[in-house]
């Protein structure tokens, strides 16, 4: 009998250590676990607009929009255009770089290839300055295609109203919605609108401040009129400021 009870007693003792033991192990595991579910909860949950937020914003001060930001820096919200062109123009080189908003559904490479073939144009800016792209390293220019709420930020105090695109210092801006859906004088073709969205914020970067109007009917317009604006007045669609001839258009 007492030695039975003796048993009964080890026996649950084991019982109750292996409990404990097991209770110390699992602890850990299932607290990581709760962590990750409610992180998953956190991050999952649409709120309604576009796009989904981005978890990690750019760091960078409002009166300084972006140059500061190393290039390609995990975490920055920013995917930049892999590779780089050669030089191209005449007279002083604006080294350039293109990125994409993360979440914009966007290809670097591609959104690259759009922007080099504008400026690499003999129709284009090449006329009057001299253009390289580049990975990394210093840059006279960094072009953006980006979200409407980040353009009208990085646009600031210029006002994008969520719909235009801007040249801000170095740094040029051009709108996703822009980008994907034209304007209504290019809705049928939204290709050639982004050559022109491309050359019209270059253009001023480079130093066109001005936005002239049609010149007369049947004209080409200026790829700095403000189409978006505007429309065409009157003028036939353009995307280029030069003739293959070489004569100025604006
Ligand atoms: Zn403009």
């Given at each position: 009998m007492s030695n039975s009870r003796g048993r009964r007693t080890f026996a649950t003792f084991v019982v109750l250590l292996a409990l404990s033991a097991a209770a110390v192990v699992a602890a850990p595991v299932i607290e990581s676990w709760l962590?990750?579910?409610a992180h998953a909860v956190s991050i999952g949950e649409p709120d309604g607009t576009w796009p989904l937020p981005i978890e990690t914003e750019p760091h960078w001060s409002e009166d300084a929009p972006g140059l500061e930001q190393p290039a390609g820096q995990e975490g920055s919200g920013w995917h930049v255009a892999p590779g780089g062109t050669g030089r191209v123009g005449v007279g002083r080189l604006y080294r350039y770089r293109v990125e994409v908003e993360a979440g914009s559904g966007l290809s670097a490479a591609e959104v690259a290839r759009v922007v080099d073939n504008a400026l690499r144009d003999p129709r284009g800016w090449s006329n009057e300055v001299a253009f390289q792209r580049v990975e990394a390293g210093d840059v006279e220019m960094v072009i953006r295609v980006a979200s409407p709420a980040t353009v009208d930020r990085l646009c600031a105090p210029m006002d994008t109203n969520g719909e235009v695109s801007c040249t801000n210092?170095?740094?040029?801006?051009?709108?996703?919605?822009?980008?994907?859906?034209?304007?209504?004088a290019y809705a049928d073709a939204v290709a050639d609108y982004r050559v022109l969205v491309v050359n019209h914020e270059v253009?001023?970067?480079?130093?066109?401040?001005?936005?002239?109007?049609c010149p007369g009917p049947g004209r080409p317009s200026p790829?700095?009129?403000?189409?978006?604006?505007t429309g065409l007045q009157g003028c036939v669609r353009n995307i280029w400021p030069y003739t293959t001839d070489g004569a100025f258009i604006g």
């Open positions: 962590r990750f579910a210092g170095n740094l040029v801006v051009l709108n996703l919605v822009r980008w994907n859906h034209g304007v209504k253009g001023h970067r480079i130093g066109h401040s001005g936005h002239p109007p790829v700095m009129m403000q189409v978006y604006y």
